[in-house]
């Protein structure tokens, strides 16, 4: 990208603010966009907790960057300007009070680092301060469900996997030392790339996402069905342990007459029930492991969580470098007089996509990009999972073994399982 600054001018200042849940990555964003900025003779703001303090119309909550503060964090975790989930569209006035307060900042320059519901936003502060406050959004997410082009991944989503595969790994070893199972709930509020992604990498058993049941609602037992199956299948091959990844967004797609005792469970301000607060791995495990038993198999059934392990991660090489190229291009993106735009890398070339182009017509939100069951990818990825599929069923011999295996006869299994042999 050429290097032209004329539309800016010495002594302008950027502000960098980061929303949303953490991801291995930020610190190296707000190195690069700082590194940038100062370079160009630009003064750089960070803004500490998000929208939180703006919100409010409380400009204080500042500090300073400059090369030397900035020059060696890109190698941590965390962020170093903090971040939350306070969403300044929920009232007009939390807007106006967030544009107000960047005002006063002087901030010409804005770049937010976030997720879906950051990018809005941010789209959102652009539109309220019309020409006063050129805006750039840098996106980030560990559950890389944002819809950048060509399918490129978020940042953090690549040291999220990596670091998630070494926990799985271990969790798989353990598995087999003691003879157990292990129910792994993977972050990804909406998408289940996360849980598949290890999953994948790891070669655990097997993992289960949302996008498997298309967007309808299903019950519990359908769910239960899926892994209980997978345990009798393992079962039938001389094997009583097994790792199932489970993504936590599971919780949205199981019919809500089965969630009711959960309808106290908290939302954040943006209105996504939190799903931490859902004990789903030890409602699947105890609804699994009370079939099992009640035909006389006793197995040990641990549910894990992994999510915040992950999401404060030193950043491996490729998120360094990643973030890196990030940062830049949204610096010059501003540079170069633009604003209202989601910065993205493709094929080594800066893509800026418009904020408005990623707003869904149905929903009035962001788009969400989500796991593609139809792909090659995914049919690759189910082949190598151990779950009860039609040959199971149309096996005679199979079939019989796989009924011992659960302590029923063939009749009562094909009856039980045999409706998961039929794509959903």
Same mark, same amino acid.
């Given at each position: 990208?050429?290097?032209?600054?004329?539309?800016?001018?010495?002594?302008?200042?950027?502000?960098?603010?980061?929303?949303?849940?953490?991801?291995?990555?930020?610190? /190296?964003?707000?190195?690069? $966009?700082?590194?940038? +900025?100062?370079? !160009?003779?630009?003064?750089?703001?960070? #803004?500490?907790? %998000?929208?939180?303090?703006?919100?409010?119309?409380?400009?204080?909550?500042?500090?300073?960057?400059?090369?030397?503060?900035?020059?060696?964090?890109?190698?941590?975790?965390?962020?170093?300007?903090?971040?939350?989930?306070?969403?300044?569209?929920?009232?007009?006035?939390?807007?106006?009070?967030?544009?107000?307060?960047?005002?006063?900042?002087?901030?010409?320059?804005?770049?937010?680092?976030?997720?879906?519901?950051?990018?809005?936003?941010?789209?959102?502060?652009?539109?309220?301060?019309?020409?006063?406050?050129?805006?750039?959004?840098?996106?980030?997410?560990?559950?890389?469900?944002?819809?950048?082009?060509?399918?490129?991944?978020?940042?953090?989503?690549?040291?999220?996997?990596?670091?998630?595969? /070494?926990?799985?790994?271990? $969790?798989?070893?353990? +598995?087999?030392? !003691?003879?157990?199972?292990?129910?792994? #709930?993977?972050? %990804?509020?909406?998408?289940?790339?996360?849980?598949?992604?290890?999953?994948?990498?790891?070669?655990?058993?097997?993992?289960?996402?949302?996008?498997?049941?298309?967007?309808?609602?299903?019950?519990?037992?359908?769910?239960?069905?899926?892994?209980?199956?997978?345990?009798?299948?393992?079962?039938?091959?001389?094997?009583?342990?097994?790792?199932?990844?489970?993504?936590?967004?599971?919780?949205?797609?199981?019919?809500?007459?089965?969630?009711?005792?959960?309808?106290?469970?908290?939302?954040?301000?943006?209105?996504?029930?939190?799903?931490?607060?859902?004990?789903?791995?030890?409602?699947?495990?105890?609804?699994?492991?009370?079939?099992?038993?009640?035909?006389?198999?006793?197995?040990?059934?641990?549910?894990?969580?992994?999510?915040?392990?992950?999401?404060? +991660?030193?950043?491996?090489?490729?998120?360094?470098?990643?973030?890196?190229?990030?940062?830049?291009?949204?610096?010059?993106?501003?540079?170069?007089?633009?604003?209202?735009?989601?910065?993205?890398?493709?094929?080594?070339?800066?893509?800026?996509?418009?904020?408005?182009?990623?707003?869904?017509?149905?929903?009035?939100?962001?788009?969400?990009?989500?796991?593609?069951?139809?792909?090659?990818?995914?049919?690759?990825?189910?082949?190598?999972?151990?779950?009860?599929?039609?040959?199971?069923?149309?096996?005679?011999?199979?079939?019989?073994?796989?009924?011992?295996?659960?302590?029923?006869?063939?009749?009562?299994?094909?009856?039980?399982?045999?409706?998961?042999?039929?794509?959903?």
């Amino acid at each position: 990208m050429e290097n032209s600054f004329s539309s800016m001018n010495k002594g302008e200042r950027v502000g960098i603010l980061v929303g949303g849940g953490p991801a291995p990555g930020i610190n /190296g964003v707000i190195r690069a $966009i700082t590194i940038e +900025a100062v370079n !160009t003779g630009l003064k750089v703001v960070g #803004i500490l907790d %998000g929208f939180r303090w703006l919100a409010r119309g409380d400009n204080s909550r500042i500090v300073n960057l400059d090369i030397s503060t900035v020059s060696r964090i890109h190698f941590t975790g965390g962020s170093i300007l903090r971040t939350s989930r306070i969403n300044p569209t929920a009232t007009q006035e939390m807007m106006d009070n967030t544009v107000r307060a960047l005002r006063n900042l002087e901030v010409d320059y804005l770049i937010t680092i976030g997720g879906d519901d950051t990018a809005y936003s941010a789209m959102s502060v652009d539109q309220a301060s019309g020409d006063s406050i050129h805006v750039a959004h840098v996106p980030k997410t560990i559950d890389n469900d944002l819809p950048l082009p060509g399918r490129a991944s978020t940042f953090g989503y690549q040291t999220a996997r990596h670091v998630g595969v /070494g926990l799985v790994h271990n $969790i798989m070893t353990d +598995a087999q030392t !003691t003879s157990r199972w292990y129910f792994v #709930i993977a972050m %990804g509020r909406k998408a289940g790339h996360l849980a598949l992604g290890i999953s994948r990498a790891a070669s655990a058993t097997l993992a289960l996402v949302p996008e498997e049941f298309r967007g309808e609602k299903v019950p519990l037992r359908h769910i239960a069905d899926i892994l209980e199956g997978a345990i009798i299948k393992r079962r039938s091959m001389g094997k009583d342990y097994g790792t199932a990844v489970l993504a936590e967004g599971l919780t949205e797609v199981i019919d809500p007459e089965d969630l009711q005792s959960l309808a106290g469970v908290e939302r954040d301000d943006h209105g996504h029930i939190r799903y931490s607060e859902i004990p789903f791995g030890r409602i699947i495990a105890n609804e699994v492991r009370g079939r099992l038993k009640a035909r006389g198999i006793d197995i040990v059934i641990v549910k894990k969580n992994i999510g915040y392990e992950l999401r404060c +991660a030193d950043p491996i090489p490729y998120d360094c470098e990643y973030t890196q190229d990030l940062g830049y291009a949204a610096m010059s993106y501003l540079e170069h007089g633009k604003t209202g735009a989601m910065i993205s890398l493709q094929g080594g070339q800066v893509i800026p996509v418009p904020l408005k182009e990623m707003i869904d017509p149905d929903t009035g939100r962001t788009q969400i990009r989500l796991v593609n069951v139809d792909s090659d990818s995914f049919r690759v990825a189910r082949k190598y999972m151990i779950r009860l599929d039609q040959e199971d069923f149309l096996d005679q011999k199979q079939l019989l073994k796989l009924a011992r295996a659960g302590h029923m006869v063939p009749d009562e299994f094909l009856e039980t399982f045999g409706y998961l042999a039929q794509p959903y």
